[in-house]
């Protein structure tokens, strides 16, 4: 009982861990489950101009820090004599270009690569203090009490305040109150800061998020966007301050959060601020490998493709080879097949990748059956069976030549495809047929021979399916998989598929007891 | 196709599978295998036991040895050639006698002395052993069976199978050479397997590949009710062969020579399935009832006994229930 019990722990472990690793991989770190998939990634970037005005000049460029759903790489910055220093915190990046003189006026770019990631994140942390209420003369002060008192009468929490409040602002629905605050407002001043004036009347923290909605404009002049994000106790809800509209749009780009600036320049005038995004189709896969390499999973070493491009050539049949021996263990123990050789029936089948299926079957019947008349032949010389073995092994090896130079002159190229063919192999089936042929007659032989070549066939049908090949590139850890698969199987102890056949005279009704 | 399932389940049919899985792997330890696998080594076994065995009269094991061959065969004029490590009867050349500088085989086929010294060269070389190993051919006495089979058989020599689980023999029968199988008691060479009464050891219906056969192919001869000699020395002998070679699931395979009796032939640590298409039963409720006993200390007599009371034609075999299959897996 014990030992039944370990071998369904073990299968169904490496099972599990083969499928949460690569449930990990797709999910997480987005590689794609299907092969010549492709995301969308976007070039984004700065173009600062400035003009020299007096003195040493200093400009800072605020860099995309922890854009919530997207990873910022491949971030490059052309400004030929300015010193660049970069501030890097976790929630807070800049770029700090400085120069002791501008001559002439200059143009300095930020770019990056900005692609797609699999989680949001939290893109600023918990407010520290209780928003204070801010200061205003009155009537100001009079009329924000009268606001919160309103909105908050219509309201149940946080969210339901701020939406009710955008409400207001922008029109939607009528209140004196507002209407005064918007007389009052400046020209240069946005509703957004007069939307955080008033939420912070209810003690309500608030965050504005600057960026810009990725692909809506491309390869243009864009405009950068602001959001509102409002503290609700536990999250940051986002919502658009002019529309009302809650959430965050998939494709804004966090670009800095908070009341600075984006560029800030001392010491000369800029005249000029470009921003641009271009959407640039990516293999998703080499895009699932940069986000790996960025989140520093580890993940990213358990792939083939971090070999070199020959090795991977070699793994990518190697990994394979798993799938055409779970084929034979299947034709074996569950339909009853019988071959030469345990597992020469995949060794042939790896031949027929090189050739084909068709072709591969017919120059493998044909060399087999050649290599059978010489065997015969041989056996009438008497030799001793590891030279006579080496004699068969040498025939095949010249068969396969003469195949080759016979189908390179008649303009066939399936011949030249022999070399990969496995000789050792097809010389031992060659001796076993042959023993079969002495033992048992020429039927069984054929028979038995068949079966190895119907297994071969199968076995490479499994392996030459498209998808396998690059799930095992990507996922190597799918042969964990079979490898519980075949555990499982190997505490299959029931009937085989031909025992029902063979043993149907047993499956007459038992007669009844006397 | 369930319904096929379910009637083999319930004829209590042993499937390959279940039979290496939870059979050979449990009961047969890997260290006892070589005690059957290699015939020199099982013969002295049996000897050490006092188990009547087919003398030995040489082993050829290397290859300047098959020069010498008549050497060692002395004026022996019929022996076998078997390959120490052969299975399933291959590379058995059987010699019933010599003409001038010629062998004679069971077909009655003229050898010379060259093929013969080939077919020593291959047995040595290991075409015919497991995996290929250099092999050691044995050269036995013939046996000349027992005339009560003279009209079951083709040439060659009838054997009879028992399979023996923890001692206990659990099921029976005689594989009968037809022309065919060239001489040569093995089923998947044409040979007839029939299944024998394990309480009486009077024959039944037999089979030939999958197919029943009432009567000998080349004889005519009919092939149930045939009463085998000696039979419950067969049975103790096949229930002793546990104790010689600690194998919990083996097929003995004994021949009844003219002059000796019942002998040992050779045991097989994997021996096949066929038996229950002779017997038309199922082994797996045999192998049931044999575990149900529990832990018994009895002695190869009592054993055989037990065997020949319970597995009696007239004691029909429980159906095996599915409690049964549960208990055990």
Redesign the interface.
């Known amino acids: 009982m014990k030992r039944s019990r370990q071998w369904v722990s073990l299968s169904l472990l490496l099972i599990l861990l083969g499928a949460s690793s690569i449930a990990f991989k797709v999910v997480r770190l987005g590689y794609p489950p299907l092969p010549d998939m492709e995301s969308a990634a976007w070039s984004l970037q700065a173009r600062l101009q400035l003009e020299p005005e007096s003195g040493a000049v200093r400009v800072s460029l605020l860099l995309p820090a922890q854009p919530s759903g997207f990873n910022v790489t491949r971030e490059n910055f052309i400004s030929r004599g300015f010193g660049l220093t970069l501030e890097e915190d976790p929630l807070h990046r800049q770029a700090d270009w400085a120069i002791r003189r501008l001559r002439e006026p200059k143009v300095l770019y930020y770019r990056a690569l900005i692609i797609p990631d699999t989680q949001q994140r939290a893109f600023a942390g918990r407010p520290d203090n209780p928003t204070p209420i801010p200061e205003l003369e009155e009537p100001l002060a009079t009329a924000l009490r009268d606001i919160v008192a309103d909105v908050r009468a219509e309201s149940a929490d946080t969210r339901t305040f701020t939406a009710a409040l955008l409400a207001r602002l922008n029109g939607a629905v009528a209140d004196e109150n507002i209407d005064f605050f918007l007389a009052e407002l400046d020209s240069g001043k946005d509703t957004i800061d007069l939307a955080q004036t008033l939420l912070a009347g209810a003690h309500i923290p608030t965050l504005k998020l600057h960026g810009l909605l990725l692909g809506e404009e491309a390869d243009q002049r864009v405009k950068m966007a602001t959001l509102l994000a409002v503290f609700n106790d536990t999250d940051w809800v986002v919502f658009d301050p002019r529309t009302g509209h809650q959430g965050l749009p998939s494709n804004f780009f966090i670009w800095w959060t908070g009341d600075r600036e984006l560029v800030t320049v001392d010491g000369a005038r800029m005249t000029d601020l470009q921003i641009s995004d271009k959407q640039r189709m990516k293999s998703t896969l080499e895009l699932a490998e940069k986000r790996a390499e960025l989140q520093d999973s580890w993940m990213r070493y358990v792939s083939i493709l971090q070999l070199p491009i020959q090795t991977q050539a070699v793994y990518e049949i190697l990994l394979l080879i798993p799938f055409g021996i779970l084929v034979i263990v299947l034709l074996r123990n569950f339909v009853g097949f019988s071959s030469f050789g345990t597992f020469a029936p995949v060794l042939i089948a790896l031949a027929f990748r090189e050739t084909e299926l068709l072709k591969g079957i017919v120059l493998f019947i044909l060399i087999v059956s050649l290599g059978l008349f010489f065997r015969f032949y041989l056996e009438r010389l008497r030799l001793l069976l590891v030279p006579r073995l080496a004699a068969v092994v040498t025939i095949v090896v010249l068969l396969m030549t003469a195949i080759s130079l016979i189908s390179n002159q008649l303009g066939l190229e399936t011949g030249l495809s022999v070399s990969l063919f496995p000789m050792v192999i097809i010389s031992m089936v060659i001796e076993r047929m042959s023993v079969v042929w002495e033992e048992r007659g020429a039927f069984a032989s054929i028979k038995e021979g068949t079966g190895s070549l119907a297994m071969a066939a199968l076995s490479f049908m499994a392996m030459s399916i498209d998808i396998l090949s690059y799930w095992v590139a990507v996922f190597p850890e799918i042969n964990l998989i079979v490898l519980g698969l075949i555990i499982a199987l190997g505490r299959y102890t029931g009937f085989r598929l031909l025992e029902l056949t063979r043993f149907r005279q047993l499956a007459v009704k038992p007669e009844p007891a006397k | 196709?369930i319904h096929?399932?379910r009637?083999?389940k319930?004829?209590g049919?042993l499937?390959?599978?279940?039979r290496?899985?939870?059979y050979i792997l449990q009961y047969n330890s890997r260290r006892f295998y070589p005690l059957v696998d290699d015939k020199v080594l099982c013969k002295q076994r049996m000897l050490q036991y006092k188990l009547p065995v087919p003398v030995l009269i040489g082993l050829v094991s290397l290859?300047h040895e098959t020069a010498h061959f008549n050497e060692i065969l002395g004026d022996h004029s019929e022996f076998v050639i078997k390959p120490a490590h052969g299975s399933g009867g291959?590379?058995i050349m059987v010699v019933t006698g010599r003409r001038r500088d010629y062998f004679i085989d069971s077909d009655g086929k003229m050898i010379d002395q060259?093929t013969l010294?080939?077919h020593l060269?291959?047995v040595i070389?290991?075409?015919?052993s497991l995996g290929g190993q250099p092999d050691v051919a044995m050269i036995e006495t013939l046996v000349h069976f027992d005339p009560a089979f003279s009209r079951l058989t083709y040439h060659g020599v009838p054997d009879i199978r028992v399979i023996v689980y923890k001692g206990y023999p659990v099921m029976a029968m005689s594989r009968l050479p037809t022309r065919q199988s060239h001489g040569k008691a093995n089923l998947?060479?044409g040979a007839i397997g029939v299944g024998i009464d394990l309480a009486t050891g009077v024959t039944m219906g037999g089979v030939s590949g999958?197919s029943?056969v009432a009567h000998h192919p080349d004889t005519g001869a009919p092939i149930a009710g045939f009463q085998v000699p000696g039979w419950s020395r067969i049975l103790q002998m096949s229930a002793s062969c546990y104790e010689a070679v600690g194998l919990g699931y083996l097929g003995a395979d004994i021949v009844l020579d003219r002059d000796f009796g019942p002998l040992i032939l050779e045991l097989n640590a994997r021996p096949g399935?066929n038996i229950?298409?002779a017997n038309?039963?199922?082994l797996r409720s045999r192998l049931l009832a044999v575990d149900a006993l529990g832990e018994r200390h009895d002695s190869p007599e009592q054993r055989a006994q037990w065997s020949a009371a319970t597995f009696g034609n007239s004691t029909?075999d429980k159906?095996v229930n599915s409690e049964q299959l549960q208990a055990t897996?």
């Not at chain 2, 070389?125 to 015919?128: K, M, R």
């Open positions: 196709m096929r399932i009637r083999l319930e004829a049919l499937s390959l599978n279940c290496n899985g939870d290859m291959d590379g060259d010294e080939h060269t291959n070389g290991g075409l015919y998947h060479q999958n029943a399935l229950q298409l038309r039963k199922g029909p159906p897996s």
